[in-house]
C-alpha cells in the first residue's frame, strides 16, 4: 500500500514537499514514479527515482523546481516542489514499478496511492 502526504494550498512560487509512505513490501526492490492528474485530462508523469535512488528522470515541465528523492531505510519517497506555479495544481499520486525503463509511462507502474490535492493560488 502507497499513501502520499503533503499536498496543501500555497502560493504561486512557493513551496511544497510530498511524502510517499509504502506499507509492506521490499521498498527498496522498486522504482518510485510521481504523477499528477487534473480533471478531464490524463494522469501525467511527473518524476522517478530508481530503486537505489542513484538514477532519476523529471518531466520537462518540472525539471529544475522539482527534486525527487527516497528514504529506503524509511520506506518512504519525497518530492520536493519548488516555485510552484497555478499550472502545476493538481492531484499528485506516487506509485512503484518493478523497471525503471518505462519510468515516465502510469501503465508500467505496480502499485499506487490515493492521491494528495495540490492547490496553487496565484
Known amino acids: 500500500q502507497l499513501a502520499e502526504s503533503g499536498g496543501g494550498l500555497v502560493q504561486a512560487g512557493g513551496s511544497l514537499r510530498l511524502s510517499c509512505a509504502t506499507f509492506g513490501g521490499p521498498f527498496s526492490s522498486f522504482n518510485v514514479g510521481w504523477f499528477r492528474q487534473i480533471p478531464g485530462k490524463e494522469r501525467e508523469f511527473v518524476a522517478a527515482?530508481?530503486?537505489?535512488?542513484?538514477?532519476?528522470y523529471y518531466a520537462d515541465s518540472v525539471q529544475g523546481r522539482f527534486t525527487v528523492s527516497r528514504d529506503n531505510a524509511k520506506n518512504m519517497g519525497y518530492l520536493q516542489m519548488n516555485s510552484l506555479s497555478p499550472e502545476d495544481a493538481a492531484v499528485y499520486y506516487c506509485a512503484i514499478a518493478r523497471y525503471f525503463d518505462n519510468a515516465t509511462n502510469a501503465s508500467f507502474y505496480d502499485f499506487w496511492g490515493r492521491g494528495t490535492r495540490v492547490t496553487v493560488s496565484s
Open positions: 527515482i530508481n530503486w537505489s535512488g542513484r538514477s532519476t
